[in-house]
């Protein structure tokens, strides 16, 4: 079945290191997103990626990095210059066009904790 | 003014109940808007697009007033399933061939026995 892996699901860090989370679809989607969720708020867009070899800062990119060299991976480095990174963390994709165009598909998650 | 406002709630409805929720946009060149469920703890799944002239699937019916720039959910028959929290998405075009979609913070539903 097509999806979206995201891994770790769970991963603590002391403070002062980098972590890199893993986003993997199989969907053929063209473009894909991560976001940030915090207790009781909204989802947050930290980075997007249109397409291979490009990608956009979102509303809060600060202290966060990605790549999208292959188009079916997307992985984003929580780095030590994010202040606070304890939160849960979306990847989504979608496919881009005129049928079905906007409709995002999310994977299950990855709960970073900082200790 | 937020750009997409949602009821926080909680909600807390009988078994059986009807409940609505309604979700205000701000951007007027919003073109598509979704309901998404996310149960506690996991990741937010599709629950149904809305469409302009309203939409029904099964127990659920999303209408959109352009007008007012509002859209709703209505549950119908309230099962205890349904307790999760609901959010509001409404994509825009940003140009040069984005979008961008933004999320309401979600409308808590606890649905009681």
């Known amino acids: 079945d097509g999806g979206i892996t995201q891994s770790p699901k769970y991963l603590f860090r002391k403070e002062g290191q980098n972590v890199t989370l893993s986003c993997e679809q199989n969907l053929n989607h063209d473009a894909m997103y991560w976001y940030r969720q915090d207790p009781g708020q909204g989802l947050r867009l930290i980075y997007y990626?249109?397409?291979?070899?490009?990608?956009q800062k979102g509303d809060i990119a600060e202290g966060y990095s990605v790549s999208r060299e292959k188009k079916e991976s997307f992985p984003l480095t929580v780095t030590s210059a994010q202040k606070n990174p304890t939160a849960f963390y979306l990847c989504a994709s979608r496919r881009t066009g005129p049928s079905g165009a906007n409709v995002l598909t999310f994977g299950a998650g990855s709960r970073l904790t900082v200790l | 003014r937020k750009e997409v406002e949602q009821d926080p709630g909680p909600f807390n409805v009988p078994e059986g109940a009807t409940v609505a929720f309604n979700c205000t946009y701000s951007n007027s060149a919003s073109q598509s808007f979704f309901w998404y469920r996310q149960d506690c703890r996991k990741e937010p799944k599709l629950l149904m697009s809305v469409y302009s002239s309203g939409n029904e699937d099964g127990r659920f019916t999303a209408q959109l007033n352009r007008a007012s720039q509002y859209i709703s959910l209505l549950i119908r028959d309230s099962k205890l399933s349904d307790s999760a929290t609901y959010l509001c998405v409404v994509n825009a075009y940003s140009g040069a061939g984005s979008y961008q979609l933004t999320f309401g913070k979600g409308t808590k539903l606890s649905v009681i026995p």
């Open positions: 990626s249109q397409i291979v070899n490009d990608f």
